[in-house]
Structure formats: C-alpha cells, structure tokens
C-alpha cells in the first residue's frame, strides 16, 4: 500500500465514515501529486478523474466513485434524498434546492461534497452542501446543494449531439 494511497483512504475515511472506501477498486487507482509540494492532488482510474483533491483537503467526488461509495451504507450519512418528482432536475446538474430535501445524512456539512439520491437510493448526481443539515430540513427556500454533475447529463450531451 503506498503513502498517497492511504492518505486517501485516511481522507474518505475522515470525511465519510470508517470503512467507506471497502468497495473501491483500490488496485485500479493512480495517483497524482503536485510537482511542489508533493501533496496528492488526483484520484485517477483507468485515466479518468475518480477524485480530485481541494487544496483545504476536501474531496470533490466523481460520479463513478460516488457509486462505489453508495454500495457501502455508511455513505448514506452523507447524501441529500430528493423529494420525489424532481429527480430529473438533478440529473440535469441543476442546484437542489431546500424545499426539494427529503432526507438528510447527519455527516452533511457545508462544503462536504454529498451524494445526491432518490428515495430508492439511486444516485442522481453530486454537488457540495451549502447548509448545515438542519436548515435544509428547515428552509423552504434557497440552494441546499449546488449540483456539480448529474447522473443524466452524459446522455443528454449525446442526444444533442
């Protein structure tokens, strides 16, 4: 196991809860340092982006790996659960809004990035949460999660194309 391979397990595990990364394909993984600082910057697999490192050490998730999270149910303490029928915003990649929350994980926390569900658990997209878990079950209105990829917004490029 190398030294950028447990700094990001020590990161999921920090920010999402122990034993989170089981079902990630660890032996398909790359990792991509800055040239300076040697600190990690990138998750790759198979040459794509599995995860991108901010520089205040939080995660910014791709879809892909946001689905071997969702596989362990420690994940689900940090997604957002849409109400039912605007689950095609999201996919869209549109901000989820608070009177659109159903359900809240209770490791939600502003700038963590969260997987966004509905209510069978199927992942719609990921954003990172604006608000405290208890103001978007409060709020009727403003952004609860600013989308950053929806799960449909492959498929809608190829039909446009």
């Not at 990364?21 to 300076?36: A, C, H, N, V």
């Not at 939600?108 to 949460?129: F, I, T, Y």
Request: positive net charge; aromatic residues 8%; charged residues 30%.
């Amino acid at each position: 196991m190398s030294v950028d391979e447990l700094r990001f397990r020590a990161s999921l595990e920090y920010l999402y809860g122990r034993g989170v990364g089981d079902s990630i394909p660890w032996q398909k993984l790359t990792y991509r340092e800055s040239g300076r600082s040697h600190r990690l910057k990138q998750v790759m697999k198979e040459g794509s982006v599995y995860v991108t490192v901010r520089e205040n050490g939080m995660l910014a998730l791709s879809l892909e790996c946001a689905e071997h999270l969702l596989k362990e149910k420690v994940f689900r303490k940090s997604c957002v659960m849409v109400k039912k029928g605007f689950e095609d915003e999201i996919r869209k990649g549109l901000s989820l809004f608070c009177k659109h929350v159903k359900l809240v994980g209770p490791n939600v926390a502003p700038g963590l990035d969260v997987g966004v569900v509905d209510e069978d658990w199927k992942l719609l997209g990921v954003g990172k949460a604006l608000l405290p878990r208890e103001y978007m079950l409060a709020f009727k209105s403003g952004v609860a999660v600013r989308v950053r990829v929806g799960k449909g917004e492959k498929e809608l490029e190829k039909d446009l194309s």
